[in-house]
């Protein structure tokens, strides 16, 4: 199985700012990496597919990058509705397997 | 509109059946790959099955042998029977459609796009 790793488990940034998180696979997955965002008590959201590709409706300030086995996702400008959880996914083999998620505190 | 809605959760204790249905709307279940995922409380996303447009089945090997993903096109709707449940199968369950396009003879997988609200299993004595 494909393990997906994730850095920082938390973070916490300021209205404005800029953050980026990392994931890390355990093997090459070209760029199969979906990145989601979950609010509290709601389904999770698809933002970022094929490593890099904004999710139609996803404001511009989210980017993602990489391929092979390392990824970012860059959120800029953020906004106080930026607070979340953010979970990598690769769609590379089955299990598609999940990272472990960061959660993100907007100050 | 597009949208999944799931039904079926609930209380059921240890050993016991459940299963998991998922109505889809504005698109055609058969046409798609379809996943589960699952989320323990406080925990993160655990991806559970899929189902391709083709009929072919994939499970985590957590599951594997006890749930069983399939589909009714005449209802258009996903089902997940979970048997033998255990206590580590409490979560809220999701179902999921995964976007795919195909180039040549490969389907390259673009994430799950829609998902439904989640429906709450709760597996205890």
């Known amino acids: 199985d494909i393990q997906m790793t994730q850095s920082p488990s938390s973070l916490s940034a300021s209205v404005g700012g800029r953050v980026t998180i990392t994931c890390r696979a355990s093997q090459s997955i070209s760029t199969y990496l979906n990145w989601y965002q979950q609010k509290p008590g709601k389904a999770p959201k698809l933002l970022i597919y094929s490593a890099s590709s904004l999710q139609s409706g996803v404001p511009s300030r989210f980017s993602g990058f990489g391929s092979g086995t390392d990824f970012t996702l860059t959120i800029s400008s953020l906004q106080p509705e930026d607070s979340a959880s953010y979970y990598c996914q690769q769609s590379y083999s089955t299990p598609y397997t999940f990272g472990q998620g960061t959660k993100l505190e907007i100050k | 509109e597009v949208q999944l809605v799931e039904s079926g959760g609930g209380l059921i204790q240890p050993g016991g059946s459940l299963r998991l249905s998922c109505a889809a709307s504005g698109f055609t279940v058969s046409s798609n790959y379809m996943s589960w995922v699952r989320q323990a409380p406080g925990k993160g996303l655990q991806w559970v099955s899929v189902?391709?447009?083709?009929?072919?089945?994939d499970y985590a090997d957590s599951v594997k042998g006890r749930f069983t993903i399939s589909r009714d096109n005449s209802k258009n709707t996903l089902y997940l029977q979970m048997n033998s449940l255990r206590a580590e199968d409490t979560a809220v369950y999701y179902c999921?459609?995964?976007?795919?396009?195909?180039?040549?003879?490969?389907?390259?997988?673009?994430?799950?796009?829609?998902w439904g609200q989640g429906t709450t299993v709760t597996v205890s004595s």
């Open positions: 999921a459609r995964v976007a795919t396009v195909v180039r040549g003879i490969i389907t390259h997988q673009y994430g799950m796009d829609v």
């Open positions: 189902i391709y447009s083709g009929g072919r089945t």
